[in-house]
């Protein structure tokens, strides 16, 4: 099987290739945001797959500059639809495109793949959009969407908030001040988002899918998970409104996908 893939230099995209050793590899090197790129690169390689990763993520990235995120999260999806409807008209092309959580608002239960969309900043604003086009125009291909919840790693952008939190540990200070941070989120580790993604390829899978863990961890204890290591004084103010964002993973597992059972806090300390 030939894989097309966008954003491979990322971390997401060089554990994908890295972990699918036994698949082809064709990787997109041009500009997202022109089509010449994408009509060239698809003309020049007969794919089977094409797992669409490239994107702008960091919060603080995507908000310095959202003309720019719209540009290479939306317009660059809409470019890949546009041209492989043109370029595979006779073949059905499995389409993986990587979404977020962030296409839906805080809830105090798990959210499944029916809750009504809300997106809770700009980015998961360009996502849902970039969704939304696929939904519309993405007839001539088999689509599938991943709405992937948090998750962490050495190599990950210091713009997240778990690199940017072990940054602020070896500053020199020896007293730490954190505001707005007692929420729950929902963190996998790479591998797991890496194995659903190969068995939502191998079962050539339409339509939604949240990948997560549906366990709930709170970043407050994260941060003191990371302080074991560095014994600092640790002072949090007050949040003014605590915020859950937890997926429910019951449909990805129907597909006999299930996350790694380990303590995420322990495993942090593991990886940093």
């Known amino acids: 099987m030939i894989i097309g893939i966008t954003g491979s230099s990322g971390v997401l995209g060089s554990a994908i290739i890295k972990f699918l050793k036994s698949y082809k590899f064709k990787k997109f090197y041009g500009d997202i945001s ?6 060239n690169w698809l003309k020049n390689n007969k794919l089977d797959a094409l797992i669409h990763l490239a994107a702008i993520v960091p919060i603080v990235k995507v908000n310095k500059c959202k003309k720019k995120a719209k540009i290479v999260n939306y317009n660059g999806t809409k470019n890949l639809i546009d041209c492989l409807n043109k370029n595979y008209q006779n073949k059905k092309i499995w389409f993986f495109y990587a ?6 608002h805080y809830s105090n239960k798990k959210i499944n793949e029916k809750k009504r969309t809300n997106p809770i900043n700009f980015y998961g604003k360009t996502k849902l959009m970039g969704e939304n086009y696929i939904k519309k125009k993405g007839n001539k291909i088999n689509y599938c969407i991943g709405r992937i919840f948090s998750f962490t790693s050495k190599n990950q952008n210091k713009s997240f908030f778990i690199p940017k939190m072990i940054r602020k540990f070896k500053s020199n200070k020896k007293k730490l001040y954190f505001k707005n941070i007692n929420h729950y989120r929902d963190f996998l580790i790479i591998d797991d988002i890496v194995k659903a993604i190969k068995i939502l390829l191998i079962n050539k899978a339409r339509g ?8 709930r961890i709170n970043l407050v204890k994260l941060i003191k998970t990371i302080n074991l290591k560095n014994n600092k004084e640790l002072i949090f103010s007050k949040n003014h409104n605590q915020t859950i964002l937890i997926g429910d993973n019951k449909k990805l597992k129907k597909l006999h996908w299930k996350p790694t ?10 990886i940093f």
Request: hydrophobic content about 20%; glycine content about 0%; overall charge positive.
């Open 208 to 215: 939604t899918y949240n990948i997560c863990s549906s366990k």
């Open 261 to 270: 059972n380990i303590n995420y806090y322990n495993y942090l300390n593991k």
């Open 34 to 39: 022109v089509k010449k790129d994408i009509d």
């Open 99 to 104: 979404s977020t959580s962030h296409v839906y």
